[in-house]
């Protein structure tokens, strides 16, 4: 069964630290997509990033980053130089392709707390 | 570019009276679903369009639930008879089917918040 994990419930750094958000997921699939999406007070999610199983190569955006590894069955996301409006509510997300279903299963979410 | 937009953005009701939900998904895209999501958790999967065709629902679509799609373009959904525990963000995204592209990116609205008396 499908799974993924943010045990971070809530964090905080203080405004230009870098933090690193963790997610684990779980699949039986080999292939298998995996995504990242943010959460403002506002409510409306905002795609990040998708990450396919075959590609596990690191990607950076701005102050963004992307660590994925098949070997932890992990995929942690990096901010550098936070900045109070990275405060929000973050998801990862899976999508499994061997089953045909193309609903995406969400982590409980990790809220990160910016201060200035 | 027009995003996904969801009406209403709230709702307050009272037990057992039924409430809809209209989505407009992104123009172009074919794919459209729901979620909902209660306080601390994230989005749980409800259900699935390919253009007018209903294809997946999650055991959490009780039978009070009803989705609809009937042109391919906007959704509604429904809840009859709303029960206390059905307080939650309704959330909808759209999506773009390319053959060969692999599981397409779901982009979501701002959601309706619902919170049954």
């Known amino acids: 069964a499908q799974k993924v994990t943010q045990a971070q419930t809530e964090i905080s750094v203080v405004e230009k630290e870098d933090v690193t958000l963790d997610c684990v997921y779980e699949t039986r699939d080999t292939t298998y997509y995996l995504f990242w999406y943010k959460q403002p007070p506002s409510g409306e999610l905002v795609f990040l990033i998708r990450r396919n199983s075959f590609d596990e190569q690191n990607e950076i955006s701005g102050r963004y980053s992307w660590n994925f590894q098949k070997s932890t069955s992990s995929f942690n996301f990096t901010i550098t130089a936070s900045q109070v409006v990275d405060s929000a509510v973050y998801f990862c997300?899976?999508?499994?392709?061997?089953?045909?279903?193309?609903?995406?299963?969400f982590g409980t979410g990790t809220r990160l707390t910016v201060i200035p | 570019d027009t995003g996904v937009s969801q009406d209403p953005r709230h709702k307050i009701t009272k037990r057992g009276q039924n409430v809809t939900f209209r989505c407009d998904p992104i123009s172009e895209h074919n794919r459209l679903y729901w979620y909902r999501q209660t306080l601390g958790q994230g989005p749980e999967f409800l259900t699935y369009f390919q253009n007018e065709a209903q294809l997946e629902k999650s055991r959490l679509l009780s039978d009070r639930f009803s989705a609809e799609r009937p042109k391919g373009s906007f959704s509604t959904l429904e809840i009859q008879r709303t029960e206390q525990g059905d307080s939650a963000m309704y959330l909808c995204?759209?999506?773009?089917?390319?053959?060969?592209?692999?599981?397409?990116?779901?982009?979501f609205g701002p959601g309706t918040r619902l919170l049954v008396l």
């Open positions: 995204a759209s999506s773009s089917e390319t053959v060969g592209a692999g599981r397409e990116t779901q982009y």
């Open positions: 997300a899976l999508s499994e392709a061997g089953t045909g279903a193309n609903n995406l299963f």
